[in-house]
């Protein structure tokens, strides 16, 4: 079940099916994850050029079992439109809220529709309050596209996107699980924002610069973990 297992400081990373390892860990304050989306993106045209959408076949279009959720009480997930209406359903007697990320630089391909300058986070909570600023309250995040770390992941998120989602889902020091940690982000924004983490991945090459990535993040000079970190400017993370 567990092929690998390697703590890092405050992180903790697991190589292995997280719809089997996540229903066993403990003390989880939240989930925040991005797990593979309902999509098709094999598409042809200068969709089938591009070779992140080529990398991407059984990743992003095969969705996931929104049951791994279930057992958590307090958990932010990312998602299609197709997928808000599940999400909203998983939540269930949970307090939720419908939170998006605004890209004020999408790629420029309609097909005769919006442009995808949207993406959708879930956020289901029962511990009666959010955390963070007033700013990090906002249902809106205005960022960029294109502010990757990593590089090596197609669907890696702004590492600043994920910080905002930490300060609200829990507190500092508290921990956070990610079932699909891909290369590690939200690792890295729960480093960056006092908070101790859990990763799950079952592929092995992102598993590995997920490793690669907590160690450089680990090895820079940090304040202590009760401590809180200076939070941005609200232009910084609301204004493109």
Known sequence: MIHED??????????????????TLEGVDAVITDPPYEIVASGGGILATRKVY????????????????????????????????KLMQAAGDRRHMLITWNKP???PLVCGNYLPDTEYIVHAWTNGCLYGTAQDKARF????????EDG?????????????????????????????????TTLIASIRTGRRAIGIEIDERHF?????????????????????KPQPKPQDLFAA
């Open 54 to 85: 080529q990398q991407t076949e059984g990743f992003t279009d095969c969705g996931f079992d929104y049951g791994i959720l279930d057992r958590f009480r307090n958990w932010v997930c990312f998602g299609t439109l197709k997928q808000v209406p």
């Open 152 to 184: 090596t992941h197609p669907n890696e998120k702004p590492v600043r996107v994920m910080e905002k989602l930490c300060r609200t889902a829990c507190d500092n020091g508290q921990l956070i699980l990610d079932p699909y940690m891909g290369s590690g």
């Open 208 to 228: 590995r610069t997920a490793v690669e990535r907590v160690r450089r993040e680990l090895a820079q000079p940090t304040l202590p973990m009760d401590t809180p």
């Open 141 to 148: 995040i205005v960022h960029r596209v294109g502010d990757k």
């Open 6 to 23: 390697i703590t890092i400081g405050p992180v903790r990373l697991i190589r292995g099916d997280c719809t089997l390892i996540a229903p």
């Open 105 to 107: 630089n999408p790629c």
